[in-house]
């Protein structure tokens, strides 16, 4: 990909107009600071969203579902690689491989919580799906799609499920990321794998499950490695295992956690650790960096916009809402 950067000169160009219509804190502060939902929901037109402000919960979740879908697709139009796009769409196929083996398992039908943001439709996953039609799907997915109907047909344990899609995803990012070969993409799926594995770590303790549980849940492939987390057994090992890292203080609260600590702070300083990455992008002029954080920042502005919104609907204060946002890109 480095000697493809100049194709990147038109859509770099394009997303850096784009970014400043992204919600900031300013705007989210606003958000939370209004006198009604209503005012909050309409402050959204200007980032680029449609009226949110007469929707129910169900009703915002499809709109916001319905934007990304419709930013990923133009974004596949534009960019030079459009596997880059595909790399933010791979979550989206795992999740409703996750929800049709689920809804399967348990005799229900899954249609309303597929997602049309993947490289397949939901309804054409699906589709795919009922009618054994393996082959369409990309190797990748279809292997981890039955493994993991094998394990929870075994086990009737969905997150043994899970834990098969997991790596498989984490297996695709990695090999996108080789495919593009850019050493900031390549940093990013690190840092993902990373924060993944040390979620699951302190999890795993907490839950007080064995080393054999937490071997199941790690994902190969981050910077630290699977073997150095599986021997974390305490505080201080863990929060070593990250010190001089971007995630050196998610690992401390982590740690801190293994003792009573809070897991909201530590859940976020882990979504702020990746944040700060991206935004050096920011010092890119043009090239796949800025394609890659505009996509995460979309990402985070939808999460932040759903956490703001649905909260506001459910009359939860403002300030329990803003001390659970992660920070903003823009």
């Known amino acids: 990909m480095a000697n493809k950067k100049e194709a990147y000169l038109c859509i770099s160009a394009m997303l850096r107009a784009r970014e400043p219509k992204l919600l900031s804190r300013e705007k989210a502060e606003r958000m939370l600071d209004a006198a009604t939902f209503e005012d909050a929901a309409k402050l959204l037109t200007d980032c680029g969203y449609e009226d949110l402000s007469q929707m129910d919960a169900a009703q915002i979740e499809e709109s916001l579902e319905k934007h990304r879908a419709q930013i990923f697709d133009e974004l596949g139009r534009f960019c030079p690689e459009r596997r880059l796009v595909d790399l933010f769409k ?11 083996l689920k809804a399967e398992a348990m005799g229900q039908d899954p249609k309303r ?21 393996r082959a369409q799907l990309p190797e990748t997915l279809a292997a981890a799609m039955a493994e993991a109907k094998s394990v929870l047909a075994r086990t009737s344990n969905p997150q043994l499920s ?16 080789e495919q593009l070969d850019s050493r900031f993409l390549k940093g990013y799926v690190a ?3 990373d924060s993944s594995n040390l979620r699951s770590v302190v999890r795993t303790l907490r839950m007080g499950k064995n080393q054999d549980f937490l071997s199941e849940v790690l994902v190969p492939g981050g910077n630290v490695g699977v073997e150095r987390l599986a021997a974390a057994g305490d505080k201080d090992s863990l929060a ?6 971007v995630l050196e203080k998610a ?3 982590g740690a801190e956690c293994l003792s009573g600590g809070s897991m909201t702070a530590f859940e976020l ?15 890119v002029s043009y090239g796949c960096e800025p394609v890659i954080a505009y996509m995460a920042a979309v990402e985070g502005e939808i999460t932040a916009i759903r ?12 300030q329990v809402i803003r001390e659970r946002l992660r920070d903003m890109y823009a």
């Open 90 to 100: 791979l979550r989206y196929d795992y999740h409703n491989a996750k929800v049709i």
């Open 113 to 133: 919580l597929l997602s049309d943001s993947g490289r397949i439709p939901g309804a054409k996953l699906l589709e795919i799906y009922n009618e054994d039609k």
């Open 162 to 177: 899970d834990f098969v899609l997991d790596k498989a995803y984490f297996a695709e990012l990695e090999t996108l990321a």
């Open 191 to 193: 840092l993902l794998i």
């Open 240 to 245: 070593a295992l990250y010190a001089h890292t």
């Open 251 to 253: 690992g401390v609260l």
């Open 269 to 283: 300083a882990c979504d702020n650790a990746v944040n700060a990455y991206l935004k050096g992008a920011k010092l």
């Open 307 to 318: 956490m703001i919104l649905t909260g506001r609907l459910a009359g939860i204060a403002p």
